[in-house]
């Protein structure tokens, strides 16, 4: 008797997804609780994995197909497939190398040389992509190549480009590909945001440098006895949750005409993730150690770029710190994550001149940038939660008396 591979539920207000890759072939071998298909959803890829073992029999949904919960993606038959293909070992320290020569003689890989698009169109029709000339940036193989070696029997290279002339028709040059599920959930998000909130943005900057050495004295004690590293977001978490409670406006939303103030401190912390900017939620960081933030922060950040997070723990975010330092940004404006109010943008560290008690000496300063929703919060509130913010990291003993 088949057993039936079922869209699960998809989370609070999730009712679609997309397929976005097969992790199995049809006759392929599968166990209980093997990963079958990866479904993608405008917050989250999750993966759907097997109820029964057996033999995947059927494949009825393909990839890029749009399903809800509760749909049919394929049947798990009975029987004993064929197992799964086993990757060559990457080389490691110990792997004997080719010679160079050997290395050179060998031809690129197709998927080195062509992009995805190229790809699927020889893919389709039995052209090897090797045996192209690829006009694309480096020698890639694109679209357009595949198409001319398509009309052509004996594709020649074409002629380079006339240095200077009228527009030319640059449509075999580019490369169309839909927006993933949850690149168009961001894109719209941040328009609804700036379409319905009153956004401003103030600036300060801050003196990184007590911070900087209440680190380097403890990391490595911190580090032994938590088994984390000691990093700068704790305490910029510790510091916005003391802001916060001085200045509740921040740490609330707009719900139609009314103001819903959040006794509670759940902090959104942005991370990039290959497909898109995800925003996992550090619940309850007021009752957290600086070694449990920092925890949860690692743990979080690595389950995004993997694609493990849950919908439940992107959810119910109260305020979000953005960190575009860690890219080299030195000043930006965040977008405001709705339905939030406000967002905290940190960024790089960077050494500069700086005048203190009367003396021009060089600190190692950050510039913040708080953006805000103008309907709630004053422009008064906001400076002042800013520099209650800078405040706390020029002099962290604040955060560990809470003053």
């Known amino acids: 008797m088949a057993t039936e591979i079922v869209v699960p539920a998809l989370g609070e207000s999730v009712s679609e997804a997309t397929v976005a890759k097969w992790l199995k072939n049809v006759g392929d071998a599968v166990e209980v609780d093997d990963p079958l298909v990866e479904l993608e959803t405008d917050k989250v890829t999750l993966e759907v994995n097997a109820k029964a073992a057996g033999v995947l029999k059927e494949i009825t949904v393909k990839t890029g197909e749009n399903v809800e919960v509760g749909a049919v993606l394929g049947a798990i038959g009975e029987g004993s497939g064929a197992p799964a293909k086993k990757e060559e070992p990457k080389a490691g320290p110990e792997t004997v190398q080719p010679k160079a020569a050997e290395v050179a003689a060998k031809p690129a890989s ?48 074409k002629a380079a480009a006339p240095v200077s002339g009228g527009p030319r028709d640059n449509a075999s040059r580019e490369e169309r590909v839909k927006m993933t599920r949850l690149r168009q959930k961001i894109a719209e998000r941040l328009k609804h945001a700036q379409d319905t909130a009153a956004m401003l943005t103030t600036f300060n900057e801050v003196d990184m440098s007590h911070v900087m050495k209440l680190r380097s004295q403890y990391k490595d004690s911190f580090e032994k006895k938590h088994g984390i590293k000691l990093g700068f977001m704790s305490f910029f978490v510790k510091a916005a ?14 719900d139609g005409t009314d103001i819903v103030y959040k006794n509670y401190y759940d902090i959104g912390v942005a991370v990039s993730t290959p497909t898109g900017l995800v925003v996992p939620v550090v619940r309850d960081a007021d009752e957290r150690s600086f070694a449990d933030i920092e925890k949860g ?107």
Do not use: C, W
């Open 110 to 157: 197709n998927d080195a040389q062509a992009l995805p698009a190229a790809r699927k169109i020889a893919a389709d029709n039995n052209i090897d992509t090797a045996s192209i000339d690829g006009t694309g940036k480096g020698g890639r193989v694109i679209k357009g190549d595949v198409l001319e070696a398509l009309n052509s029997p004996a594709p020649a290279k």
């Open 241 to 254: 949750v003391q802001a916060l409670k001085d200045f509740p406006a921040v740490n609330a939303e707009i």
């Open 297 to 403: 922060i690692v743990d979080l950040g690595t389950r995004a770029r993997d694609g493990k997070l849950g919908i439940a723990e992107m959810q119910g975010g109260t305020f979000t710190i953005t960190n575009g330092g860690i890219f080299g940004s030195l000043l930006s404006t965040p977008i405001i994550n709705p339905p939030q109010s406000a967002i905290l943008g940190m960024h790089k560290i960077e050494e500069r001149p700086v005048a203190v008690k009367g003396e021009v000496v060089v600190r190692p300063m950050m510039y913040l940038a708080m953006s805000y929703d103008h309907r709630i919060i004053d422009g008064k509130e906001a400076v002042s939660f800013l520099v209650r913010i800078k405040d706390a990291i020029e002099d962290p003993q604040r955060l560990l008396l809470d003053v």
